[in-house]
């Protein structure tokens, strides 16, 4: 075996490897299937319940910038043992306080914000393991891992119905050692893979690529120094800030490689069919001209720092391989400047809107189920109940997967075919958003609650499916990263709201037995006021998301005239 098949293999592993890490990333999505047993035994309340629940997702969301960070200095492996030791460290003691029937409600915050944070660490160092490790094939690469993620809930409710079927505590054991297992073992395996060759040729099927990297030598000693000590001083995948200084050796070897390539140089000047590529130097340094990249930068540079197709992103990421690559890499709008901006502000007001709709229903389907079954089917026990509760969170995690698929495909049929705007995904998010909250008003068969938890899953997922790439063509791709890390932070803001009502409403028509146990019986009564209001977001939501495609419209007709107006 060649050592460029032992480097390919390699990297085929650690790609597994990242799917299974992001498989335990997304089991904030399952709390359904459990919380409600979760609060009757605690004897909580639902606004408690939901506490519990909205201190997982501030976790997941609230840290993308600093994780982000944490990721690109220290490189994704050590984000990943992190993130597995706090997965671990979060679920087991709500195993615990499940077990022992009693618990703080701020301590059971505190753990359950570990649980989103550490799947928020080690999704973001997967994601961006596979994207290093395919420079060219990233769309492809990172698909694997975020289609992990999506459906991660699905994949522990479903263990969890075979295995533990009817059992909170062992289904809360299960997510305790489960996430920690595959992400700890996930990290052994889990590498950045430093190019077998100095050297890389541009595949023809992807000329639109700027980071074209085809027999070329490093723009400085540094770039140099860095390639000649990389695997030795430094993590792969670290920023070059992050690096140590190079050895003596180290800079020998850079010397020889620097005369090697001048003997490469000066052979393809006398023979330009040398190239198998059948591309001369010529062609490479203009490319390397206009692009601007060094050699190197793949391993050792911020993923987000480079003219690139995707990103390393936390939380709910799908990041497109088709953003509007002529306008994404010339604006680059960040920080200060992108608190001033105004479209800004509306996409952060249509994620929050939508996003908090689509978590409401997430973290309380399980409320729904039970309220519904008790009331058409008050003989109906425990066990059943929970078999229900992760029905529907497995539905609004394959929902949730469908939709990224669709959105990608949508989005990329808008703009390639019908040369229109992608937030009319966002149009069309916030139609099956409606269509879930009428279905919720209306359904009092608890058989027919598969429309809720379908349609709920399938408008979350075209939401985050296609946001990533319209920020990036709003504010550039360089910045994507902190622009993301601060647009997630509007689910923060709206999941509380949307959550704490549901709770209000749910517990203004709940009674307390004698036992202590707190329940609805009520059926579709005990949450409709709640659907009633966020079908009003929904409403809110699409004209303001008619808005913002309106004024994108007006402000890219105004740039086409004044490049017009310059040329002439």
């Known amino acids: 075996m060649t050592a460029s098949d032992r480097v390919y293999n390699a990297r085929i592993v650690s790609s597994v ?33 939901n506490l519990i629940g909205l201190a997982g997702n501030l976790g997941m969301y609230s840290m993308g910038v600093p994780v982000g960070m944490f990721v690109d200095s220290k490189g994704p492996r050590p984000a990943v043992i992190v993130g597995s030791i ?14 022992a029937g009693h618990g703080s409600v701020p301590w059971m915050c505190f753990v359950s914000y570990l649980t989103g944070l550490g799947g928020c660490m080690a999704f973001a160092a997967a994601v961006k393991t596979s994207a290093l490790n395919w420079p060219h094939h990233r769309g492809t690469a990172t698909a694997f891992p975020l289609a992990a ?64 990297r085809q027999l070329r030598r490093t723009a400085s000693e540094e770039s140099k120094a860095a390639r000649a000590g990389r695997g030795h001083s430094s993590e792969p995948g670290m920023s070059l800030n992050a690096t ?5 050796s180290n800079t020998e070897m850079t010397q020889d490689a620097s005369e090697q390539e001048r003997e490469d140089e000066a052979s393809s000047t006398r023979d330009p069919q040398s190239d198998p590529n059948g591309t001369t130097r010529a062609v490479d340094a203009a490319e390397e001209a206009a692009s601007g990249n060094r050699d190197g930068a793949d391993e050792t540079s911020s993923l987000l ?27 680059d709008i960040r920080g200060v400047n992108l608190m001033k901006n105004f479209e800004f502000w509306q996409l952060f007001t249509i994620m929050g809107i939508l996003s908090g709709i689509g978590l409401m229903t997430i973290n309380n389907i399980g409320n729904d189920v039970t309220a519904l079954w008790k009331h058409y089917d008050d003989s109906i026990d425990d066990k059943t109940l929970v078999l229900r509760q992760q029905l529907h969170v497995s539905i609004l995690s394959i929902g949730s997967f469908s939709g990224r698929l669709l959105s990608g495909v949508g989005s990329d049929f808008l703009v390639k075919v019908l040369h229109a705007s992608r937030v009319w995904c966002l149009v069309v998010a916030s139609g099956i958003f409606s269509i ?93 006021a709640a659907y009633v209001v966020t079908l009003g977001a929904c409403g809110l939501g699409l004209v303001v998301t008619l808005w913002v495609i309106w004024h994108q419209r007006k402000t890219r007709l105004a740039e086409s005239a004044a490049k017009a107006r310059a040329r002439e």
């Open 17 to 49: 490897a990242a799917t299974i890490i992001s498989l335990a990333c997304g089991t904030n999505y399952v709390y359904s299937a459990w919380a409600p047993q979760f609060a009757d035994k605690l004897f909580l309340s639902a606004t408690e319940s």
């Open 86 to 99: 706090l997965l671990g460290l979060g679920y087991y003691p709500l195993h615990q306080a499940y077990d």
């Open 149 to 212: 993620f999506g459906l991660s809930a699905f994949f522990f409710a479903l263990i969890g119905s075979i295995f533990f079927p009817g059992s909170p505590s062992k289904f809360l054991m299960l997510l305790a050692y489960g996430t920690f297992g595959l992400t700890f073992v996930g990290f052994f395996f889990l590498r950045v893979l430093p190019p077998h060759s100095p050297y890389h040729a541009v595949p023809e099927a992807e000329p639109g690529l700027t980071d074209s």
């Open 244 to 248: 140590t200084d190079t050895t003596k």
């Open 305 to 331: 720092s480079q003219s690139t197709l995707s990103s390393s992103l936390p939380g709910e990421v799908l990041v497109q391989s088709s953003v509007d690559m002529d306008r994404s890499h010339r604006v």
């Open 436 to 528: 879930a909250q009428i279905c919720a008003l209306n359904v009092t068969n608890p058989h027919l609650l598969g429309f809720v938890s379908g349609f709920s899953g399938l408008g979350y997922g075209f939401l985050f499916g296609v946001f990533p790439s319209i920020v990036a063509e709003s504010f550039g791709i360089h910045g994507l990263s902190q622009n993301w890390g601060f647009m997630t932070l509007s689910p923060v803001i709206s999941s509380n709201i949307f959550n704490l009502f549901y709770g209000t409403v749910f517990d203004s028509h709940s009674v307390i037995d004698k036992n202590g146990v707190r329940s609805c019986t009520e059926g579709l009564n005990c949450y409709w």
